[in-house]
């Protein structure tokens, strides 16, 4: 892990850093309710060997969707959506493919897919791919999504859409719309003052203490979010260890919780943060 991070990602385009910030968030350990390569944390249907398979499996598309993006530069913001969902949803196909039908990244997918056709985007109209520009095309390709997906359907079928009408909740919907804000405001101020796995764990934590979490209130309610975002608040304000982490591992893994919306915006963050 430490040759990875390493590397110089400035000089990478935004598919190959997408690439390897998956590898990097699944390597991270301890990763609390999460897998990583001591345990499956709060997981009985994935490892640590699934998701590598997955990784494999994803990351070809990730150049497909920056090309997407470069092919359909011109068209206006309200169309790309439509546009990049059927291979958004070939590659959750792949991923399946590879995974006996686990659902190792969905959630990734969603996410650094996004980046990926926004920065493919951005090169088409000969512009600058910097965080700010991603953020700023994300939040426009998906403008009106919570709308559409969320408000629009007073029949609640997802657990995105029961989320939202009982707690008001938005998910992974309301923060690509917003434009990776949790990311913008919780991470990414402070990811150049640290180094190494600790700027990793400290990242982790912070998403965890501020990101509503969809994944934790599928599991456990809002009493399970407001548990794993006291906990790592807490620890936020402490000199923690590895032992403490691995104490919040074993209290999540006890209460089956796992924040894995977390761990897929701390891929984003890894992006984002390597980039002008």
């Given at each position: 892990?430490?040759?990875?991070?390493?590397?110089?990602?400035?000089?990478?385009?935004?598919?190959?850093?997408?690439a390897r910030a998956l590898r990097i968030e699944l390597d991270l350990t301890p990763k609390p309710g999460l897998v990583d390569r001591a345990n499956t944390g709060?997981?009985?249907?994935?490892?640590?060997?699934?998701?590598?398979?997955?990784?494999?499996?994803?990351?070809?598309?990730?150049?497909?969707?920056?090309?997407?993006?470069?092919?359909?530069?011109?068209?206006?913001?309200?169309?790309?959506?439509?546009?990049?969902?059927?291979?958004?949803?070939?590659?959750?196909?792949?991923?399946?493919?590879?995974?006996?039908?686990?659902?190792?990244?969905?959630?990734?997918?969603?996410?650094?897919?996004?980046?990926?056709?926004?920065?493919?985007?951005?090169?088409?109209?000969?512009?600058?791919?910097?965080?700010?520009?991603?953020?700023?095309?994300?939040?426009?390709?998906?403008?009106?999504?919570?709308?559409?997906?969320?408000?629009?359907?007073?029949?609640?079928?997802?657990?995105?859409?029961?989320?939202?009408?009982?707690?008001?909740?938005?998910?992974?919907?309301?923060?690509?719309?917003?434009?990776?804000?949790?990311?913008?405001?919780?991470?990414?101020?402070?990811?150049?003052?640290e180094q190494g796995e600790r700027r990793l764990h400290n990242a982790l934590l912070r998403l965890m203490a501020a990101n509503a979490d969809s994944n934790l209130?599928?599991?456990?309610?809002?009493?399970?979010?407001?548990?794993?975002?006291?906990?790592?608040?807490?620890?936020?304000?402490?000199?923690?260890?590895?032992?403490?982490?691995?104490?919040?591992?074993?209290?999540?893994?006890?209460?089956?919780?796992?924040?894995?919306?977390?761990?897929?915006?701390?891929?984003?963050?890894?992006?984002?943060?390597?980039?002008?």
């Open positions: 892990m430490a040759g990875l991070l390493a590397t110089n990602p400035q000089q990478d385009d935004v598919p190959t850093l997408a709060s997981h009985q249907d994935m490892d640590h060997a699934l998701f590598v398979k997955s990784i494999a499996a994803i990351t070809p598309w990730f150049s497909a969707f920056m090309q997407a993006g470069q092919a359909h530069a011109h068209k206006p913001a309200s169309e790309q959506l439509r546009l990049l969902r059927p291979q958004g949803i070939a590659c959750e196909q792949a991923m399946l493919s590879a995974t006996n039908g686990v659902n190792t990244h969905k959630g990734g997918i969603f996410s650094l897919g996004l980046l990926c056709f926004a920065a493919g985007r951005l090169q088409g109209q000969n512009r600058v791919v910097s965080a700010d520009a991603l953020c700023r095309q994300v939040s426009e390709i998906c403008r009106g999504l919570v709308a559409r997906e969320l408000m629009a359907r007073p029949q609640a079928a997802t657990a995105g859409e029961k989320q939202f009408h009982a707690y008001g909740l938005t998910g992974a919907r309301g923060e690509v719309e917003q434009g990776f804000i949790t990311v913008r405001r919780a991470v990414l101020p402070f990811w150049h003052q209130v599928s599991r456990g309610g809002m009493a399970g979010l407001r548990y794993v975002q006291d906990y790592a608040a807490a620890l936020l304000a402490t000199s923690w260890n590895s032992d403490s982490l691995r104490e919040m591992d074993n209290a999540l893994m006890a209460r089956r919780l796992s924040p894995g919306g977390s761990a897929d915006l701390l891929a984003v963050a890894y992006v984002l943060a390597s980039l002008p």
